[in-house]
């Protein structure tokens, strides 16, 4: 099952044990299963460089409804399921955007920070219809996510001077991020 998954969707499959990996851009993906408690459970570990912002998204808490530093995305139904924090509201919306976060609704379990994440679901791995399903899924929200991290303006302090740092890191053979 796993290995006709891997060959649908353009992953591979790890020969060692029941895990697939790949990438979507700059994020990549390893996707298992795991046991908690009496569940099997779906999961894909996701990981991109760090985009700084010091960026919590998870499901929403009953204490949201009280926190004045959340970041809204506009979307009701985003809204009502996810909370997203981050140290500068501006570069927040990027990530905060719907088309970011409605494919991560797919998920039961969402925890996303600055470097990484996981998506989770409930659901046996050996069911081909369930498995490629998900990493479908995995796959949009990877691809999402790769877009919004592209979109992150510069911090407000620094936006007035990205253009020398940019000049700075070009005569050092580098690049600005």
């Known amino acids: 099952v796993w290995r006709n998954v891997t060959e649908r969707t353009g992953l591979v499959m790890d020969p ?18 795991e046991r908690r408690d009496a ?20 499901e929403r808490r009953w204490t949201d409804a009280l926190a004045t530093d959340l970041v809204k995305s506009g979307n009701e139904r985003v809204d009502a399921r996810l909370s997203v ?3 500068e509201h501006a570069q927040a919306k990027a990530v905060a955007a719907p088309d970011v976060l409605l494919p991560l ?3 039961e ?3 996303l920070g600055d470097a990484g994440g996981q998506l989770a679901v409930r659901g046996a791995s050996h069911v081909m219809a369930k498995l490629e399903a998900f990493v479908r899924s995995v796959l949009e929200a990877a691809s999402s996510l790769d877009g919004a991290a592209r979109r992150v ?13 940019e000049a700075l890191a070009a005569r050092l053979r580098g690049r600005l991020e």
């Open 39 to 58: 569940d099997y459970w779906l999961v894909a570990k996701l990981g991109w460089p760090s985009l700084g912002l010091d960026l919590d998204v998870c």
């Open 85 to 87: 924090r981050a140290r």
């Open 109 to 111: 379990e969402v925890t």
């Open 105 to 107: 609704l797919a998920f």
């Open 153 to 165: 303006p510069p911090p407000a302090l620094f936006a007035a001077d990205v253009a020398a740092w």
């Open 16 to 33: 060692e044990a029941q895990r697939m990996h790949g990438r979507s851009g700059n994020v990549t993906i390893e996707i298992s299963a």
